[in-house]
DNA sequence: ACGGTAGGAGAACGCTCGTTCTCAAGTCAA
DNA sequence: TTGACTTGAGAACGAGCGTTCTCCTACCGT
């Protein structure tokens, strides 16, 4: 098994047990059974588990962003990319290992005592955050619309991982509805 | 010092190291060192961690619940009162150790691991909800309203906790506005 | 004064886990 | 074939921490 594919697989258990038990509960050791890739190769690979959590945060970061992205451009028009945005995590709200937003679990399990993992669900955010802004300009929107829009997304996130329900983002969506109506 | 006293003690030094920097780094010699309560009698009052834990939320949840409720209760108006409660939030995220909502952290902590947390979390964001929809339904609004607001409300708590602004209070309200204006 | 109880300080225990080390097996160039 | 190197399996190490234990001191009723 050549470099490559083994960060690949270490990535991937990575992802998958951080991601649904929480990242201070899940072991180097879990890592190497789930990904057959061994400790020696995994402190190669990755010096210090804070590094393996920044890659999977990182990686995550921008798989998420683009699958968002790609389906919000299957919409011409640009108000519709803005409701689709809420369409795409009603779906993600719906996929069987949902547990809420990645970020903002990791802030709560380690923002306090970690500042690079904070860092990195701040600047996740902010892309968030930008990309909504973008999708408010390309309908020739106010400004004040993209935080507005950024909170109940945030809002929604956090309500589905908790609740385990995907009903926020319908929620959410209406309240965008009433938004973009009352302009 | 009797017991109650040692209990308030131990349980206001756990909120505070709890909130502060997280639940799992922080370790009962810690608490013990905090409150002045030794290690017997801190596990003859809470057999173990978990139960302080669960204490620390309990007790955090009558005062969250109680103070926003103190607050919005000077207001006669109730349109105005479902704005107050915006206002307050964004007092709250002004106070110097303000980090975010003990709850979804604490989910974010400890949701995937232990059961009893979890609840905890799902009744406080329930009860949080009913209260807005009491609110809602004193002004003579629609229900599909309350929804809205909650979304709004965690989502700004969400981000002031992850940014450290008060902003998200100010853009919700807005948002809020907005909503009731549409009716 | 004195025996008994409670409480405090902190050592001790046992487990988890991040990280490193050992050792044997495999690989490849010469 | 040989010898240098890499790799994997898993033991070992060391720190942190939840929990319990030891031992000593202080206080209480008689």
């Known amino acids: 098994m050549d470099s490559a594919t083994a960060r690949e697989q270490a990535l991937d258990a990575a992802e998958k047990l951080f991601y649904g038990r929480g990242i201070q509960s899940v072991g180097m050791d879990d890592i190497r059974g789930a990904s057959g890739v061994s400790l020696k190769r995994l402190y190669q690979l990755f010096p210090a588990k804070e590094q393996l959590v920044e890659a999977y945060l990182e990686r995550r970061d921008v798989r998420w962003r683009g699958q968002l992205a790609a389906h919000v451009e299957r919409q011409a028009d640009p108000e519709r990319r803005i409701l689709t945005v809420f369409d795409w995590l009603e779906e993600w709200f719906g996929e069987t290992d949902f547990r809420g937003c990645a970020w903002i679990n990791s802030y709560g399990e380690l923002g306090a005592r970690s500042e690079r993992v904070?860092?990195?669900?701040?600047?996740?955010?902010?892309?968030?955050?930008?990309?909504?802004?973008?999708?408010?300009?390309?309908?020739?929107?106010?400004?004040?619309?993209?935080?507005?829009?950024?909170?109940?997304?945030?809002?929604?996130?956090?309500?589905a991982g908790?609740?385990?329900?995907?009903?926020?983002?319908?929620?959410?969506?209406?309240?965008?509805?009433?938004?973009?109506?009352?302009?």
Do not use: C, N, W
């Not at 309908?139 to 997304?153: I, M, N, V």
């Open 118 to 159: 904070a860092d990195q669900v701040r600047a996740h955010k902010r892309a968030f955050h930008d990309y909504l802004a973008s999708l408010v300009a390309g309908a020739g929107l106010p400004e004040t619309l993209t935080g507005q829009l950024f909170l109940l997304a945030e809002g929604a996130m956090v309500t």
């Open 162 to 183: 908790i609740t385990g329900s995907t009903r926020p983002a319908a929620q959410a969506r209406e309240a965008v509805r009433s938004l973009l109506a009352a302009r």
